[in-house]
């Protein structure tokens, strides 16, 4: 049985018409010791279905654990949200754990913008992260129930196109509980930077951009 719907598909069709940019979604998954990995690779095989611009491989970790190091992968199920094409680019956006319920909107925003090639950010992030040279790494703790939670992946993934010095990974806290007990996430969306900074709920941009400061500084 399909995940998607078929009003789902007919408005993701439209959606994808619209894509400037081939996308190449990346997964890594396994057959045993992981509850949605193969739910996770049915929904970018069907996506894949609605554009000719989206194509998916899937890779098995245990098997392909130097293809998962060469994209820093470490957690399964993961996806990977790249321009594909001739100018082949990895921005550093990565989904741990199935991106479902009100999270699917923020996977479909991601293949859009990767596709697009812009961030959408304002001017005044663009400047400081033109200047960042140091690594950047966020973490957004969700949960698939949480309304809230697909703005802060978003703009998570809008800071990592910007710069080849951040990523932005989305990571399904039930999924990795011992991931989510070591960063303290009692509540959704919470952001970690660097380990050594965090924010909760799903903070404005400049908000955000105050945070990726102090946790460069520290």
Same mark, same amino acid.
């Given at each position: 049985?399909?995940?998607?719907?078929?009003?789902?598909? !007919?408005?993701?069709?439209?959606?994808?018409?619209? +894509?400037?940019?081939?996308?190449?979604?990346?997964?890594?998954?396994?057959?045993?010791?992981?509850?949605?990995?193969?739910?996770?690779?049915?929904?970018?095989?069907?996506?894949?279905? +609605?554009?000719?611009?989206?194509?998916?491989? #899937?890779?098995?970790?245990?098997?392909? +654990?130097?293809?998962?190091?060469?994209?820093?992968?470490? %957690?399964?199920?993961?996806?990977? $949200?790249?321009?594909?094409?001739?100018?082949?680019?990895?921005?550093?956006?990565? /989904?741990?754990?199935?991106?479902?319920? /009100?999270?699917?909107?923020? /996977?479909?925003?991601?293949?859009?913008?990767?596709?697009?090639?812009?961030?959408?950010?304002?001017?005044?992030?663009?400047?400081?992260?033109?200047? +960042?040279?140091?690594?950047?790494?966020?973490?957004?703790?969700?949960?698939?129930?949480?309304?809230?939670?697909?703005?802060?992946?978003?703009?998570?993934? !809008?800071?990592?196109?910007?710069?080849?010095?951040?990523?932005?990974?989305?990571?399904?806290?039930?999924?990795?509980?011992?991931?989510?007990?070591? /960063? !303290? $996430? !009692?509540? #959704?969306?919470?952001?970690?930077?660097?380990?050594?900074?965090?924010?909760?709920?799903?903070?404005?941009?400049?908000?955000?951009?105050? %945070?990726? %400061?102090?946790? $460069?500084?520290?």
């Amino acid at each position: 049985m399909p995940l998607l719907q078929e009003q789902d598909r !007919q408005f993701l069709i439209e959606k994808f018409s619209e +894509l400037q940019n081939p996308v190449n979604l990346i997964v890594f998954t396994q057959e045993e010791d992981c509850q949605y990995c193969a739910e996770t690779a049915e929904l970018a095989g069907e996506l894949a279905e +609605l554009s000719d611009k989206i194509n998916v491989d #899937v890779y098995d970790y245990p098997s392909n +654990l130097d293809i998962a190091a060469q994209y820093d992968v470490d %957690k399964i199920p993961a996806t990977i $949200v790249m321009q594909g094409g001739d100018n082949v680019k990895d921005y550093g956006i990565r /989904y741990y754990g199935i991106p479902s319920g /009100y999270e699917f909107s923020s /996977y479909i925003e991601a293949i859009t913008l990767v596709s697009s090639g812009e961030s959408g950010l304002m001017a005044e992030t663009k400047e400081w992260i033109a200047s +960042l040279e140091t690594p950047v790494e966020l973490q957004v703790f969700v949960t698939p129930t949480c309304p809230h939670c697909p703005r802060a992946v978003v703009l998570a993934h !809008q800071l990592a196109m910007e710069s080849d010095f951040i990523t932005g990974h989305m990571v399904e806290a039930m999924e990795f509980p011992e991931l989510s007990a070591q /960063y !303290q $996430v !009692q509540g #959704v969306p919470r952001t970690v930077i660097n380990d050594n900074t965090h924010m909760e709920g799903a903070a404005p941009e400049m908000m955000l951009l105050d %945070k990726l %400061k102090q946790a $460069v500084a520290a």
